[in-house]
């Protein structure tokens, strides 16, 4: 499986950004998917997780109410939109599939990663 993520960059704080994750290689829409963050100096973290059909989200509280997961399986592609963005938001964003419906907060269970995008929002 591939995970290809797109739409990251430098925002000022307040502003919105939709990251992309485009998948290949296997049925997609039999995966969990998730994204993951990593700020420098600090351990990778769990953002936002979805199930395979959609029906069921998860999100870390720190993005609670600002960040929204969704997902297109026509298009194999993952979304991550990021609203009301913070400084404390900066940070290397990774998307990530488990191999069964469910996603996962813990990495190991996460089977694919993508290279990650950078966020940067400026204070």
């Known amino acids: 499986v591939q995970l290809v993520e797109s739409g990251g960059g430098l925002v000022e704080a307040g502003g919105s950004l939709r990251l992309s994750c485009a998948a290949s290689?296997?049925?997609?829409?039999?995966?969990?998917m998730s994204w993951f963050r990593q700020a420098p100096g600090k351990e990778r973290e769990f953002v936002a997780g979805?199930?395979?059909?959609?029906?069921?989200?998860s999100y870390a509280d720190s993005v609670k109410g600002r960040f929204t997961i969704s997902r297109d399986n026509a298009a194999n592609t993952v979304y991550l939109q990021m609203e009301s963005l913070k400084p404390e938001d900066t940070a290397v964003y990774y998307c990530?599939?488990?191999?069964?419906?469910?996603?996962?907060?813990?990495?190991?269970?996460?089977?694919?990663w993508g290279q990650g995008t950078q966020v940067t929002v400026s204070s």
């Open positions: 290689g296997r049925t997609f829409s039999n995966s969990g």
């Open positions: 979805i199930t395979s059909s959609g029906s069921g989200t």
């Open positions: 990530a599939a488990t191999i069964y419906q469910w996603y996962s907060r813990i990495e190991f269970n996460n089977a694919y």
